[in-house]
């Protein structure tokens, strides 16, 4: 099972940019789907953007697209969310995760999940 460590949140204000690590390791990186999640306080975890095993495909929360980028590199087992534009509604723990299914999306479809890293955007 894949071991997923999260890093590269703070605190930026609204309108900056942050960009989001996770490196992955213990398993095969390039037969995983990946995710990143977050979870605000008092709410549920939600998906923010997945990417496929080969980096090919993409999918974004609405509330997020045109503003973040997933992207991975297989060669160092990590995948990265690039964030632009933040708003303080971003504010949130975000994790990262694998998934052995192709398309996945919602936080149940993935199996192994990294500690989270926090995100906080002031106004």
């Known amino acids: 099972q894949v071991q997923l460590v999260e890093s590269g949140g703070g605190l930026v204000q609204a309108g900056g940019s942050l960009r989001l690590s996770c490196a992955a390791s213990?398993?095969?990186?390039?037969?995983?789907?990946m995710g990143w999640f977050r979870q605000g306080a008092g709410k549920e975890r939600e998906s923010v953007a997945t990417?496929?095993?080969?980096?090919?495909?993409?999918n974004y929360a609405d509330s997020v697209k045109g503003r973040f980028t997933i992207s991975r590199d297989n060669t160092k087992n990590t995948v990265y969310l690039q964030m632009n534009s933040l708003k303080p509604e971003d504010t949130a723990v975000y994790f990262c995760?694998?998934?052995?299914?192709?398309?996945?999306?919602?936080?149940?479809?993935?199996?192994?999940w990294g500690q989270g890293t926090q995100v906080t955007v002031s106004s």
């Open positions: 990417i496929s095993r080969s980096g090919l495909f993409t």
């Open positions: 995760a694998a998934a052995g299914r192709f398309g996945a999306w919602p936080p149940k479809d993935f199996a192994s």
């Open positions: 213990g398993g095969t990186f390039s037969s995983v789907d």
